[in-house]
C-alpha cells in the first residue's frame, strides 16, 4: 500500500462530507427574494402613476402603486400606522414608535437577518412571520423590515414580497 493511498482517501472522504454539508444546510438564510441587494428595481413597478405617503410629523415619507389606497392612517405622539391596501390581505403597513417604552408586536426586539440601504436608509430585515390585525386576521409570510432614525423606529410590512424593494427604494425621511 502506497502512501498516496491515506492522503486520497482523506481527501475523498473531505469532498464527500463538504458535500453534504452543503446540500442538507438548515439555517435561517434570508430568501434572495425577500433580502434585497442595491440592485435596479424593475421600471414596471414604479411608475409615475404612483401615490406618495407622507406623514408630516414623523418626517417619512415613500411611494406606493396607485393600485392600494390607505384604509387606515393614525398619528399620536408616541407612534403613527398607515395601512395601505390593494385587497383583503395584500398590504404595505407602515409603523412607527418612540424606539424607548414601545415595542410593537415584540419586533423591537428581533435581531436582523440582513440589512440593505436604499436613499441612505439601512433596513434591517427583520424576517417573514405572522402578523396579525385586531380587526383583519393573521396573514402569513409577510416581509418586514425596520428602520430607526432619532428616536423613532419605523417598519414596512409587506404582504407581496415583489412589492418591497421598489417602495423602499422611494422611502425617506423630510
Known amino acids: 500500500m502506497s502512501k498516496a493511498f491515506p492522503i486520497a482517501i482523506v481527501v475523498v472522504l473531505t469532498l464527500v462530507g463538504s458535500l453534504f454539508f452543503v446540500l442538507n444546510k438548515h439555517s435561517d438564510d434570508i430568501p434572495s427574494t425577500t433580502l434585497l441587494s442595491d440592485r435596479g428595481a424593475d421600471p414596471a413597478l414604479q411608475s409615475s402613476d404612483w401615490k406618495t405617503y407622507t406623514n408630516e410629523k414623523k418626517q417619512f415619507t ?42 410593537y408586536e415584540n419586533l423591537c426586539s428581533i435581531t436582523p437577518k440582513g440589512t440593505v440601504n436604499f436613499n441612505g436608509i439601512n433596513w434591517d430585515y427583520i424576517g417573514s412571520s405572522t402578523h396579525c390585525h385586531v380587526d383583519a386576521g393573521c396573514e402569513t409570510n409577510n416581509a418586514i423590515y425596520r428602520t430607526t432614525k432619532g428616536d423613532y423606529t419605523y417598519y414596512l410590512i409587506f404582504s407581496i414580497p415583489e412589492e418591497v424593494e421598489p417602495v423602499l427604494k422611494t422611502a425617506k425621511f423630510i
Open 62 to 103: 415613500l411611494r406606493y402603486p396607485a393600485s392600494y389606497s390607505i384604509r387606515d392612517d393614525q398619528t399620536s405622539d408616541d407612534w403613527f400606522q398607515a395601512i395601505l391596501e390593494k385587497e383583503a390581505e395584500q398590504h404595505i403597513e407602515i409603523y412607527g414608535e418612540k424606539t424607548q417604552g414601545y415595542c
